[in-house]
């Protein structure tokens, strides 16, 4: 299930927002300019989709969001358990960092957890199988996979460069929970 925490960024103790609510999560991320949509699954997917599968069942979604942002590329992502360079990829994440685009995300399969620097807060979303997730350019966030990751992800791009990330030297992300 979906879930957001907003967190104060010098207090990791007790959030102000917990809640499990997609519209309260929607209507809280929309303020600071974050989007947030869950999608339907169209068709039914097979047991291992390959990726062109996974984007031909959400090719009506992808067609919206590439008309109204004007995305230049999309890929699907997938990352398992048994991935050999998984605790790498998971602590390269952990990192407080930016993009100069938006970083968008919709879960097709498994969660993921995006966590936001905004304003003085700290907002913690779990991703789960049907969510959009846009983070805007420029704004400091750090992604937890987890130690046993097992997602499918669509992800969008305005560069066709794809995922470039600068890095901000903060630990600030090393105060919060992570997923597991």
């Known amino acids: 299930m979906s879930h957001l925490r907003i967190y104060s960024d010098t ?6 927002v917990d809640t ?9 991320l929309a303020r600071i ?8 699954t169209p068709v039914a997917l097979s047991a291992t989709p390959s990726p062109e599968e996974v984007l031909a069942a959400y090719q009506a979604d992808i067609q919206r969001l590439v008309a109204q942002e ?8 997938s990352l398992q358990a048994d991935h050999p360079q998984k605790d790498e990829l998971r ?6 960092h930016r993009h100069a685009e938006d970083e968008v995300r919709f879960f097709v399969e498994g969660q993921g957890l995006f ?6 807060h700290i907002y913690q979303v779990l991703c789960v199988k049907g969510d959009l997730i846009s ?14 990751p097992n997602f499918t992800a669509i992800r969008l791009f305005n560069n066709p460069d794809g995922w470039i990330a600068h890095f901000t030297g ?8 992570l997923l597991d």
């Open 70 to 77: 004007g995305y230049q590329s999309w890929d699907v992502i």
């Open 115 to 120: 966590c936001l620097h905004i304003a003085q």
């Open 20 to 28: 499990a609510s997609a519209h309260k999560i929607q209507h809280e």
């Open 33 to 40: 300019g974050v989007r947030f949509e869950q999608w339907e």
């Open 170 to 177: 903060s630990d600030i992300a090393t105060l919060y929970p």
């Open 135 to 148: 983070v805007p350019a420029n704004t400091p966030h750090w992604f937890d996979m987890g130690s046993q």
């Open 11 to 16: 207090h990791a103790s007790t959030p102000l």
């Open 91 to 96: 602590q390269k994440f952990l990192h407080e």
